[in-house]
């Protein structure tokens, strides 16, 4: 849900994995695994300054 709700993140982390737009909008669509990859985490713990058991705790990530 955060990387839905910033486009500046989802932009970053399209840059870090390489793909396009349409292929970022699927990855966001099936909640795909490829947005776990170590790229997009790093991206996703600067930006947001978040650990990576915040970023993989799906309760805690629906809350924010």
């Given amino acids: 849900m955060a990387i839905r709700g910033n486009s500046d ?35 996703i713990r600067r930006e947001l300054n978040l650990t990576d058991e915040q970023i993989l705790d799906k309760e805690l990530v629906q809350q924010s």
């Fill in 9 to 43: 993140l989802r932009h970053k982390i399209k840059d870090a994995l390489g793909i396009s737009n349409p292929t970022m909008t699927r990855l966001l669509k099936e909640n795909d695994d490829d947005l776990t990859k170590a790229a997009s985490l790093d991206v």
